[in-house]
């Protein structure tokens, strides 16, 4: 996730250098930093937040705390289905939690994604000219996109909703899907990055 570690490890050694200077306590703005560089928040961002502070004598964790809470995070949607798109996007958002773009066209959806800057992308399995897993290969192998994890979506999944299969890295979810649940693989999948989320339930291979 952008940015790198090393922008991110400068920035902890700065603010470990002015803690002497500020009633900051280190844990909770570590956590804070942690939470920050986790919903994709630049460093940058993050400096100008603290450098403003200093000039206001304002308190320091708790303006990076908003800050933290008052970014979205980006989810895409590529599914050829509009309608199925327009409601995923329509229930996400009503949580508060996501700012949703969507994309109908598979081969349109790459350069959409690019423009969008996702934090996480959510393909359908059965697709016209690209089917997801083709898709999401596609995807990976853009050196801007590579980094985004993804959620595939399919209603070749057999068994329940709530559980899923990881398939080359991939997390496969049943579709359709309780919001609540895919909130829930969502929030997983973009702590702890592509492929890392195991679930039970089986995965019938046609497309």
């Known amino acids: 996730m952008e940015p790198g570690d090393s922008q991110w490890d400068e920035l902890r050694q700065l603010l470990k250098e002015a803690e002497d200077d500020a009633l900051w306590d280190p844990e909770e703005i570590h956590a804070a930093l942690e939470e920050a560089n986790t919903k994709g928040l630049s460093a940058k961002m993050v400096l100008a937040c603290w450098e403003s502070c200093r000039s206001q004598a304002a308190d320091f964790h708790t303006e990076l705390k908003a800050l933290v809470a008052g970014r979205k995070r980006r989810i895409f949607a590529v599914d050829d289905e509009e309608s199925f798109s327009e409601l995923l996007k329509m229930n996400l958002e009503k949580t508060g939690r996501y ?69 080359d890295g991939l997390l496969y979810l049943a579709k359709p899907i309780r919001i609540k649940n895919l909130v829930h693989c969502i929030e997983e999948h973009v702590r702890e990055g592509a492929g890392n989320v195991v679930s039970s339930g089986r995965f019938d291979s046609g497309t």
């Open 99 to 167: 700012e949703v773009g969507v994309e109908s066209n598979p081969v349109a959806a790459q350069e959409h994604a690019k423009k969008f800057k996702p934090d996480l992308i959510i393909l359908d399995v059965v697709m016209p000219d690209i089917h997801g897993p083709e898709l999401a290969k596609r995807l990976r192998a853009d050196e801007e996109l590579t980094h985004v994890p993804i959620i595939m979506l399919t209603s070749l999944m057999e068994g329940s909703e709530t559980g899923g299969v990881t398939r």
